[in-house]
């Protein structure tokens, strides 16, 4: 029984959802390095990941410090999008008015690179947090307006109407029916909002710090010490995947039904 048992046991250890990306990823750092040995390329212009590793290996508690700024003004925009893009959402999805007003707009202003706009949040708030976290922000506030404005459009109207019908009072048919349906769309759009949230962060950093992730990138940058920059860039995806996991992590918790139902398609595909 212990030898039939054990095969299965491998295969699910094989088959588990965290390995496949990092087996993925290993793939991918051998290919990068097979490509410098057999192409011969300059340190100058890609560096060896042995190279990327020693640098975070020596100063990885200066990347650490620096990576809190970004984290903090990541977190803030984040919270930020979610704490204003649901509620206008809610206002988009239950009035045409609202909706015709006011999302031509929010469409119009994806349009303007935030890159573009970042130097006159400098000239406005100055050097500190501030023009971070706006920068953060407005790449995180749309992901959510989308993702639950339709959700709340998906709401079967005959569940509403039921709902009314047994004499529920408009914010208990919000709380029982609309809310609980526009959740896996919220979710989604703020899994979405805030990796586009670090961008922000990363960007307002850019046109404007002393500290930071994207201060160590644009410095880097400047002396050509691309194996920092390329460390950076290492932080800056852990700091995206971890932030993911972690509201990933909340949804589990918010909406387990329909993230069981979800893992159970994905399982059998």
């Avoid at 020596?58 to 649901?86: H, K, N, V």
């Avoid at 004499?167 to 586009?196: D, E």
Wanted: glycine share 6%; hydrophobic share 55%.
């Amino acid at each position: 029984m212990a030898e039939a048992k054990s095969p299965s046991g491998l295969s699910k250890v094989l088959n588990a959802a965290w390995l496949r990306p990092f087996l993925f990823l290993v793939v991918i750092v051998a290919a990068w390095d097979l490509s410098i040995r057999l192409f011969h390329i300059p340190a100058y212009q890609i560096p060896s990941p042995g190279d990327v590793v020693a640098v975070l290996w020596s100063d990885w508690p200066e990347l650490l410090r620096q990576s809190w700024p970004t984290t903090y003004a990541t977190l803030c925009g984040f919270l930020l999008s979610a704490l204003f893009g649901i509620p206008v959402a809610m206002l988009i999805a239950g009035s045409k008015t609202v909706e015709s007003y006011v999302y031509p707009l929010l469409v119009f202003s994806q349009s303007v690179p935030k890159i573009a706009i970042a130097p006159l949040f400098v000239v406005w708030f100055g050097f500190g947090i501030i023009p971070k976290v706006i920068s953060a922000f407005l790449l995180g506030f749309f992901p959510v307006v989308v993702s639950a404005v339709q959700g709340f459009k998906s709401v079967d109207p005959d569940m509403v109407d039921l709902a009314r019908a047994m004499q529920g009072s408009r914010s208990k048919v919000f709380c029982a029916v609309n809310l609980p349906h526009a959740m896996p769309a919220i979710f989604s759009g703020l899994k979405v909002s805030v990796t586009l949230a670090v961008v922000g962060a990363v960007v307002g950093e850019f046109v404007g710090s002393n500290s930071g992730i994207g201060y160590v990138m644009q410095r880097s940058i400047g002396t050509f010490d691309l194996p920092t920059m390329f460390a950076a860039l290492v932080i800056l995806a852990l700091l995206g995947v971890i932030l993911f996991w972690i509201v990933d992590r909340i949804e589990r918790l918010v909406i387990p039904w329909h993230v069981s139902q979800r893992d159970d398609i994905s399982f059998a595909s």
